[in-house]
């Protein structure tokens, strides 16, 4: 349950960075979703549970996880923009 929280999650900001922020316009609205998905992936699932410690939070539906997901979903939207507007990749 908690993986399709997070792909929502990442899925609906892949489609607000791509309709409202004109993120990755030249490459197409799929790939905004799919760069937003696995960047709200890695953060929920690879990176909160390094940096939180507390166990009642490790469920992987809280808040902190939440940050972790929007914040590296975001970083990685970014990310991806910059490298196809500098390099078109």
Do not use: Q
Not at 37 to 51: C, H, I, R, T, W
């Amino acid at each position: 349950m908690e993986i399709l929280f997070w792909v929502g999650a990442g899925a609906l900001l892949g489609w607000m960075s791509y309709a409202f922020l004109g993120f990755n316009e030249a490459r197409g609205l799929a790939v905004s979703i799919a760069i937003g998905v696995g960047g709200a992936l890695v953060g929920a699932k690879g990176l909160a549970p390094m940096f939180i410690t507390t166990a009642a939070s490790l469920d992987g539906l809280s808040v902190p996880f939440l940050m972790f997901a929007v914040g590296t979903a975001v970083a990685c939207l970014v990310l991806g923009n910059l490298l196809h507007r500098r390099w078109d990749i």
